[in-house]
């Protein structure tokens, strides 16, 4: 199976600041990458799909990298309504993986 | 705007067994593949089963294989998840959710989930 790791976990910020989330996978995985946020007791919400990709309607302060193991999500300029988790996610191969999630709070 | 409605959780003993359902009617539901995400309490994200646009394929996390059956019905636009033998350890939020891809000749690739549902709870304890 591919474990995909996030880093931090949690991760304190200010509204206003530049925020980066790290997920990498143990195996090559292309960029059949995609990245949702969650709020609590909320379903999750696709961001950013095949590493780069910003889906309909998601604000361009969202931003998405990487190819191969290494993947990034970018904030910019980060805005009370962005203050939730996020997680990668992999679909390169079965069985579809998850990063553990990184909690983005208010400093 | 898209949206999928789930229904069948609940609390359920170890051993037992529930059948989730999932429907919507705003897309064409034959042309999408289908999947079951849960996620037990305070964890993170984890995919449980999905589902071809006929039907004709699925798949499964293997902690469920054996235990989990995906099945659709096109004709009710609605996807279903038969749950049997429930372990303490399947307790979750389960949310039914759409995948996104494009198919070649020989493969298909997807590369997101892009509608989810709004979650049902299963609960198995005694």
């Known amino acids: 199976d591919i474990q995909m790791t996030q880093s931090p976990s949690t991760l304190s910020a200010s509204v206003g600041d530049r925020v980066t989330i790290t997920c990498r996978a143990s195996?090559?995985?292309?960029?059949?990458l995609a990245w949702y946020q969650q709020k609590p007791g909320k379903a999750p919400k696709l961001l950013v799909y095949?590493?780069?990709t910003l889906e309909s309607g998601v604000p361009s302060r969202f931003s998405g990298s990487g190819s191969g193991t290494d993947f990034t999500l970018t904030i910019n300029s980060l805005q009370p309504d962005d203050f939730a988790t996020y997680y990668c996610?992999?679909?390169?191969?079965?069985?579809?993986?998850f990063g553990q999630g990184t909690k983005v709070e208010i400093k | 705007e898209v949206q999928l409605v789930e229904s069948g959780g609940g609390l359920v003993q170890p051993g037992g067994s529930l059948r989730l359902s999932c429907s919507d009617s705003?897309?064409?539901?034959?042309?999408?593949?289908m999947t079951w995400v849960r996620q037990a309490p305070g964890k993170g994200l984890e995919w449980v089963a999905n589902?071809?646009?006929?039907?004709?394929?699925?798949y499964y996390e293997d902690s469920v294989k054996g235990r989990f059956t995906i099945s659709r019905d096109n004709a009710q636009n609605s996807l279903f998840l038969q749950m049997n033998s429930l372990r303490v350890e399947d307790t979750a939020v389960y949310y039914c959710?759409?995948?996104?891809?494009?198919?070649?000749?020989?493969?298909?690739?997807?590369?997101?989930?892009?509608?989810w549902g709004q979650g049902t709870t299963v609960t198995v304890s005694s």
């Open positions: 959710a759409r995948v996104v891809g494009y198919r070649l000749p020989n493969y298909y690739y997807y590369y997101a989930i892009d509608v």
């Open positions: 705003t897309f064409t539901f034959t042309r999408y593949w």
């Open positions: 589902i071809r646009e006929d039907g004709s394929e699925k």
């Open positions: 195996q090559i995985i292309s960029t059949w």
């Open positions: 095949k590493a780069s």
């Open positions: 996610q992999q679909f390169n191969s079965y069985p579809w993986t």
